[in-house]
């Protein structure tokens, strides 16, 4: 079995125990129906926005979809355990109120900021009690926790989705800049949870070691990018290691600049930026 027929067979697989069927997972990512079944008997393919709309539904990662293991070796680094919620495609219908309480608290935090979010807002836009929602989570903090555990899912989702089929490390590499411009949407608000969670864990040690296991996957990522473009000679890079620090760090600068709108900021002066490093540093390795 090819890796698509793996692929369609997993989703059939999580459709085969949901009570709605086919019909449910198509609504509830945004897919017309008929589209699904051709994705689904293979004379079309899902696009990288449809997986991950399907892993997010279903509570499973994109790399248990393609791969069939939450830490099957792909192109991007796996999240460290305790940085991840663990995908349950056996139950994840039991899991639909905790997703919809995660999602809804999540966008909410993203655009009111954590400290302007109380309980009984999320309860209120969930349509919900205040008990149901410290049925899933207890404290307000371990709503923060878990908004940090979904950034560094949809990140791995998407990275996943996007970057499996790319074989280039250099156009791996422009592509992973891509996917971490805080454009508008959900890129944007990903952008903004993570300067919450930045300035949250200047003041909470509790919050560090989550912090920096989600914080090094992504250096993880960049890292075994450019080791990739070094042993397909796309990259002369000396120091993939320092190489790696100073991108990351240029992405965090950047995307903060663009995220609080500093004068003459944008997505595109950002990407300009981060192509000129990877040219001149990365691969021409001056």
Known sequence: MDESEELRSRVRELIRSMPGAQRELAAAIGLDETKLSKALTGTRRFSPHELVRVAEYCGVTVNWLLNGSDDAKTVTAVPALAARPASDPEHHTQSEPRRRILETAWELIAERGYHHVRI?????????????????????????????????????????????AV???????????????????????????????????????????????????RHRTILM?????????????????????QLTALIDGLGIQVLTRKPGSSGATMRAHLHDFIERSIVKGA
């Open 120 to 164: 009984a807002d999320i309860a209120k836009a969930c349509g919900t009690s205040t008990a149901t929602i410290h049925y899933h989570f207890p404290s307000k903090t371990e709503v923060l926790h878990e908004a940090l555990r979904r950034n560094v899912k949809l990140a791995f989702d998407r990275q996943v989705a996007e970057l499996h």
């Open 225 to 245: 990018t450019i080791r990739t473009g070094q042993e397909q000679r796309v990259f002369r890079v000396a120091d993939p290691e320092a190489a790696t620090e």
């Open 167 to 217: 074989a280039d490390a250099h156009d791996r590499l422009l592509k992973l800049v891509e996917l971490q411009l805080p454009a508008d949407g959900v890129l944007r608000a990903e952008w903004s949870v993570w300067l919450q969670v930045w300035n949250e864990v200047a003041l909470a040690p509790e919050l560090r070691s989550l912090y920096t296991d989600s914080y090094d996957r």
